[in-house]
């Protein structure tokens, strides 16, 4: 059965730090353009963060450039969000989506992209 857990969310103070994780199975992430969306309550899923399957290209949203990091470990086929300077507007539940095809332009940031989707993890910045 192939699957994407995601898991590393929770509470944490303005200006602390997460890392999230999206571990696969069933399948190899190494072949797989990532993506990491969120969704915050009354709005639309959005996209974060992407990153490319051979070349290891990323790309950002505006709002998250300079402190959110996409990586990937394909030895342990894992893809993480390294989260730095959270905000109370980055509360949401984020979700990890895996896609087949590469994601061209700004492609990784559309959800029709993705082939396979995690069930997402909550993650509330607050004082």
């Known amino acids: 059965q192939l699957q994407l857990v995601e898991s590393g969310g929770g509470l944490v103070q303005p200006g602390g730090s997460l890392r999230l994780s999206c571990a696969a199975s069933g399948f190899t992430l190494d072949y797989y353009a990532i993506g990491w969306f969120r969704q915050a309550p009354g709005k639309e899923r959005e996209g974060v963060s992407g990153i490319s399957s051979s070349s290891g290209i990323t790309n950002y949203a505006d709002s998250v450039k300079g402190r959110f990091t996409i990586s990937r470990d394909n030895a342990k086929n894992t893809v993480y969000l390294q989260m730095n300077s959270l905000k109370p507007d980055d509360t949401a539940v984020y979700y990890c989506?895996?896609?087949?095809?590469?994601?061209?332009?700004?492609?990784?940031?559309?959800?029709?992209?993705?082939?396979?989707w995690g069930q997402g993890t909550q993650v509330t910045v607050s004082s």
């Open positions: 989506a895996a896609s087949r095809l590469p994601l061209y332009g700004d492609a990784w940031s559309r959800r029709i992209g993705y082939d396979y």
